[in-house]
């Protein structure tokens, strides 16, 4: 008789246990989704998605995507912003996980900034340590050698990265050697980013979307390089519309062409950069 009482008091201390995470999982819910820039679709990253009722909230990443855990209740509201761009807001009930993508106007105004200090406790809510951001918007507005724009040369005008001589595109980080940089496009190692003699890099501005350089205390999934990590993302093409763009420079010229494959869904970009040294040159053996 004990030994039964016994095996039955087991058996309901241990269906307990494997139904309480069951249990507690069903006291939160998710909500998640993309922001993209309504006029072509494109991901916004680092987007603000904030729940004044809770004050909670959470960013996008690299692909525009956010995912915000949230106890269930009645509704609350999902406030969602990005600079450049009008804020949006959506009211939603909280009854089941949720996905909610979300479509953002570029903004003619911007309102006033205001800038708070707070305790150094809650500064430290991310162990991203010396890490810049560049947008291509940026780097077609900086003057560069010969009128190429070009992210990498971008780049040589931040503190602590000089370059090794006027012009070209290798970087010393911090001391560090040319070669003791890790640079990825879209997750896919570039061993070779030099084009002309170093004159610009590979990387066609027209076709990336944005860049991070981490100069220091670089995450651990970026192994194998000693100075710092250049993480570069290219658009995903215009799937709001057809649209192109191209330039003529003083050493090159480029082409781009994006589009919605399906519109809305899906889309494609093509881009393409071609340089004048080789005619140069070709003229000149000639003669």
């Known amino acids: 008789m004990k030994t039964t009482l016994l095996l039955r008091g087991l058996l309901l201390a241990a269906a307990a246990f494997l139904l309480s995470p069951a249990v507690s999982a069903q006291d939160r819910l998710t909500v998640s989704g993309t922001v993209t820039d309504a006029d072509n679709g494109e991901t916004l990253i680092g987007a603000t998605v904030y729940v004044p009722e809770l004050s909670?909230?959470?960013?996008?990443?690299?692909?525009?995507?956010?995912?915000?855990?949230?106890?269930?209740?009645?509704?609350?509201?999902?406030?969602?912003?990005?600079?450049?761009?009008?804020?949006?807001?959506?009211?939603?009930?909280?009854?089941?996980?949720?996905?909610?993508?979300?479509?953002?106007?570029?903004?003619?105004?911007?309102?006033?900034?205001?800038?708070?200090?707070?305790s150094f406790e809650?500064?430290?809510?991310?162990?991203?340590?010396?890490?810049?951001?560049?947008?291509?918007r940026e780097v077609k507005f900086i003057?560069?050698?010969?009128?190429?724009?070009?992210?990498?040369?971008?780049?040589?005008?931040?503190?602590?990265?000089?370059?090794?001589?006027?012009?070209?595109?290798?970087?010393?980080?911090r001391g560090g050697a040319s070669d003791q940089n890790l640079i990825v496009l879209d997750e896919a190692i570039v061993y070779n980013a030099n084009h002309l003699f170093g004159f610009f890099s590979t990387f066609n501005t027209d076709a990336v979307k944005d860049l991070k350089l981490y100069k220091g205390g670089f995450p651990a999934q970026y192994g194998g390089r000693l100075s710092?990590?250049?993480?570069?993302?290219?658009?995903?093409?215009?799937?709001?519309?057809?649209?192109g763009s191209g330039g003529l420079g003083l050493i090159a010229s480029?082409?781009?062409?994006?589009?919605?494959?399906?519109?809305?869904?899906?889309?494609?970009?093509v881009s393409g950069r071609r340089t004048y040294f080789d005619l140069i040159t070709r003229g000149i053996n000639r003669a």
């Open 254 to 269: 480029r082409l781009t062409l994006e589009g919605p494959i399906e519109k809305g869904k899906s889309s494609f970009i």
């Open 122 to 136: 809650e500064q430290l809510q991310s162990t991203e340590m010396s890490v810049e951001a560049i947008t291509t």
């Open 56 to 118: 909670t909230g959470t960013t996008t990443n690299e692909y525009g995507f956010y995912s915000v855990t949230l106890p269930p209740g009645d509704s609350v509201t999902l406030q969602f912003s990005y600079v450049g761009f009008q804020p949006a807001s959506r009211r939603v009930s909280l009854s089941a996980d949720l996905t909610l993508n979300i479509e953002l106007s570029t903004g003619i105004q911007l309102e006033e900034v205001v800038v708070k200090a707070n």
């Open 228 to 243: 710092s990590v250049i993480d570069v993302k290219l658009k995903e093409g215009n799937n709001k519309q057809l649209s």
């Open 143 to 173: 003057p560069v050698l010969l009128g190429e724009s070009d992210i990498i040369k971008a780049i040589q005008l931040k503190p602590g990265i000089p370059s090794g001589s006027e012009g070209t595109t290798g970087l010393y980080v």
